[in-house]
């Protein structure tokens, strides 16, 4: 395949919200990368192909939210992930090098390189795009430009957080190389610290070119979930509708704080959590808050306080292969002891109840097991229930500005956990006891288990803090033994 039509493919077979949802272009897949970029609609064509692409089974489809990523996190029973030949059995006990697992972190690797690629091609032919050929004119040549630059920035991010150590544990040595040229076959590997640097320069740059269309004329598309993601009755060229779904100022700015806490620069992480967290309409009105809990049994991924998130119309299949009930498929669930161990810690919190709640009790005789209803087929969900991919929601925002306040004061950061232990039914003060920055660590963990259930969140708040899932855990994955990138 030459590189070139590397997104076209992509465009036509993976599954996304379909190219036509933003324009309708036919044929798309009888024109190569060369005539891609001659007009702004082949731009659109491009940019949605790498939405797509990371909406994928390998990507944010499965493998970095319900999948691999919340198997490494301990989230699931061991012994309802299948046999010694599962996947998800090996990875729960982080044997990275098996037979079962060596294909799947390739694929990982493979597929978020290629994503960067088309990224790169995109970035490469836009830099010196003549505005005229775009629809929107300079103003829509700056956000395609700007979104594509942050997806570059977010697709590193995965691969430093799944392939290097963690910045507590950080040794100095190079791990992963950036990609931000294309053509390129190979660029030098580099440590962590230096990867979190171009990561963040990206980001930066992004949303200095989004920021002219989110604040101005585009804010309105982000102010409530019939906008942010369903579309909404503001534009009648879908291009610019569901910014929900896309790299917009304000998911810029939410995965800024997520890589400034990863990073270590907690101020910084504060202060752009606290920009999402205080982003107003013209009314004044914070655009984004937290789901109402009595809608769970209903809104299961609590849509309405998501700040990004992609979209797979073939979701709830992935998740029903781990969700099949039987023994060649294995489960995806939680043993029902530890459930109730967990359910315990308050009986109102309405993320981890069954009965108006986000989980589904399954009996078998006397065998019992608990299960995310986030990703399940069911008759009450609505289309767009079953397709979004949680990514980034509001309350890490707070777990973040928790993570600063804490380190001078845990008190005060204890009150950010509060509020979103609240929002989701608990009772008022359950976070009390916290005194230290250590047990305010530890108390987010906990909260984050059931908050990020389905969104492969744990995993990395248990990285980022250097605190062990398990004993056995490996927080860095062996680099593939073929270390292609296209």
Known sequence: MK??????????????????????????NQVDGEDLFNSGSGYRIALNGIYKQMSSQYLWGEELTWGMADVLGQNYTKSNLGSTDSKYWQACQYKYTDKT?????QSIWS???????????LIKNIENADPSIFQGKTLEQDLIYGETLALRAMLHFEVLRLFAPSVTADD???????????????????????????IEKDLEEARNLVQTYDNQEGYKLLMTKSYRFEGGDLVTDMFYASRGFRMSYIAITALQARVFSYAGESKKAYDAASEVINYTDDNG????????????????KMKDDLIFALSNSKEVELFKAWDNRDEDGGMV????DDYMEILDENAN???????????????????????????????????????????????????????????????????????????????????????????????VLKDARKEFLGEGQLYYFYKKYNILPNSKVNFIFPLPDNEMVY
């Open 3 to 28: 590189i070139k039509n590397i997104i076209l493919v992509l465009c036509t077979s993976l599954t996304f919200c379909s190219c036509s949802d933003w324009l309708d272009v036919s044929p798309s």
């Open 101 to 105: 697992l060596e294909p799947v972190i």
């Open 111 to 121: 597929t978020a390189y290629n994503a960067i690629a088309n990224c790169n091609e």
């Open 172 to 198: 100095g040595k190079k791990y992963i190389p950036y990609y931000a040229t294309f053509p390129s076959i190979s660029e030098p590997y580099l440590t962590v610290k230096e990867i979190l640097a171009k």
């Open 285 to 300: 009105d914070k655009m984004f808050t937290f789901t109402a809990n009595a809608s769970f049994n209903t809104n299961p």
């Open 333 to 336: 669930s939680i043993d029902y």
């Open 349 to 443: 919190d309405r993320r981890w109840n069954a009965i108006g709640g986000m989980m589904d009790i399954h009996s078998d005789y006397d065998w019992y097991c608990v299960i995310s209803k986030k990703y399940m087929d069911d008759a009450s969900y609505t289309d767009l229930d079953k397709r979004i991919i949680p990514v980034i929601r509001l309350s890490e925002m707070y777990y973040i500005r928790g993570e600063y306040l804490a380190e001078t004061d845990p008190v005060a950061g204890t009150s950010e956990l509060e509020t979103v232990a609240q929002a989701r039914g608990c009772t008022a003060g359950i976070f009390s006891y916290i005194s230290t920055l250590e047990e305010y660590k530890k108390a």
